[in-house]
């Protein structure tokens, strides 16, 4: 999990390492934030894993999700 957030911190800086690549991680990380935090939370970039988006949906309901800058190249490249 990245702060991607500009302002005090120039770069992106990491919040914390969830293992594995599911849904449920992402679920458990936001479950274990305060809820200050995770209300504080407005944009959530991620990869197009669907398991990620109802992550998201599910815990941070203020959240919007876009696609990260990687992935976005990446399918544009392939012309998809």
């Known amino acids: 999990m990245v702060d991607v957030t500009r302002g005090t911190h120039p770069m992106a800086r990491l919040l914390d390492l969830v293992p594995g690549r599911f849904g449920m991680g992402c679920r458990n ?13 407005k944009i959530a970039t991620l990869d197009p894993s669907q398991g990620y988006k109802n992550a998201i949906d599910d ?6 999700c876009v ?5 976005i190249v990446k ?6």
Not at 59 to 64: C, I
Not at 75 to 80: L, Y
């Open 29 to 41: 990380w936001a479950d274990e934030l305060d809820e200050s935090f995770r209300q504080g939370i």
């Open 59 to 64: 815990r941070l309901e203020d959240a919007t």
């Open 67 to 71: 696609m990260d800058a990687f992935h």
């Open 75 to 80: 399918r544009g490249g392939r012309g998809r």
